[in-house]
């Protein structure tokens, strides 16, 4: 599966979707879109859209977009926090459709 990793994503967060291809915003060349321009342009490209931003899935009809979003929350949204999401991440991973919002805390 194709993942995306948000701008507000650590970046070390990348190995550890151990299975999937993974890019960062940079990579990918999306640096400075936001929400529904990023979620068309990542559409295109992505199967998931990894990120922190909780509100995103208030902000958009999700359902519009060929895109799935997985959105880790943590305490805080560094290395040390996220990490420990992982295995539930990958395993939810396994069952995300397009136009889902799944939430892993």
Known sequence: MKLLLDECVTNY????FIGHE???????????????KLLTAASTRFDVLVTVDQNLRFQQNLENFPISILV????RSTYPFLKPLIPKALEELESIVPGLVVVVS
């Open 13 to 16: 967060l990348k190995s550890e």
């Open 22 to 36: 993974v890019s960062t915003i940079d990579e990918a060349g999306l640096k400075g879109l936001k929400n529904g």
């Open 72 to 75: 880790l929350r943590a305490k």
